[in-house]
């Protein structure tokens, strides 16, 4: 296993402003992916965090609003841009170990909540 | 494009009984189907995975089976505890690593 750090652990921010979330891993990752989960709702993939180039969105995400990076293999950001209220939800880190058998594991997720 | 449906949103068991969550995908190059836990405030935990060249793992009072001509698998939890209340999610996932998430089910065990 391996300890996933991310920061803040939570935060209250104003209409309009932008907030970046730090994942930190402690082991070698291969893949590193960032997810949404609103409130009592599922987990929704966002894009994957590829190192030093541009993520990989899925479907209903854009870079303008959810810029990603990933300078090296243990270290991602994210950014949710010019917010609203529909954005406050749990963003959560996710990897997969180098070595491991391909299994995913979550950070303890960034609760955002907009005013 | 890929889906995962759960069922049921909702489940209520006695102590002692079993609980038993279904899934349902749609993209046959799915050859992951991992199951995890969700506590209140916590993270979600991986509590038992299947790969596509299996049909049945268990792990002490919890067993996943797959049927991967229906494209379905399911999540089996026997002699159940209170600690076992949470939210499950099943997901899928291909060679790209990311995973596709189920909707999620409600465990409520009754002591």
């Known amino acids: 296993s391996a300890v996933i750090s991310q920061k803040p652990s939570r935060d209250i921010c104003q209409r309009g402003t932008s907030l970046t979330i730090q994942c930190q891993v402690d082991?070698?990752?291969?893949?590193m992916f960032w997810y949404r989960q609103q409130p009592g709702q599922s987990l929704t993939l966002i894009a994957t965090a590829n190192q030093g180039s541009e993520a990989t969105y899925e479907s209903g995400f854009v870079i303008d609003k959810f810029p990603i990076s990933r300078p090296n293999l243990t270290f991602s950001t994210l950014t949710v841009s010019n917010m609203s209220p529909e954005d406050s939800s749990i963003y959560l880190c996710?990897?997969?170990?180098?070595?491991?058998?391909?299994?995913?594991?979550f950070g303890e997720g960034s609760r955002l909540t907009v005013l | 494009g890929e889906n995962v449906e759960q069922h049921p949103s909702t489940l209520s068991v006695q102590e002692g009984d079993s609980a038993v969550i279904k899934c349902t995908y749609s993209?046959?190059?799915?050859?992951?189907f991992p199951w995890y836990k969700q506590e209140l405030g916590k993270r979600p935990q991986l509590i038992i995975d299947i790969r596509s060249n299996v049909g049945e793992k268990k792990d002490q009072r919890i067993a996943v089976t797959l049927n991967k001509t229906a494209k379905h698998f399911s999540l089996h939890i026997t002699e159940t505890q209170p600690e076992d209340s949470a939210v499950y999610f099943c997901?899928?996932?291909?060679?790209?690593?990311?995973?596709?998430f189920g909707q999620g089910t409600t465990l409520q065990v009754k002591p």
């Open positions: 082991s070698q990752v291969t893949m």
């Open positions: 996710s990897v997969v170990l180098q070595g491991g058998a391909g299994e995913l594991f």
């Open positions: 997901a899928t996932g291909g060679n790209t690593g990311k995973l596709i």
């Open positions: 993209d046959s190059a799915s050859n992951y």
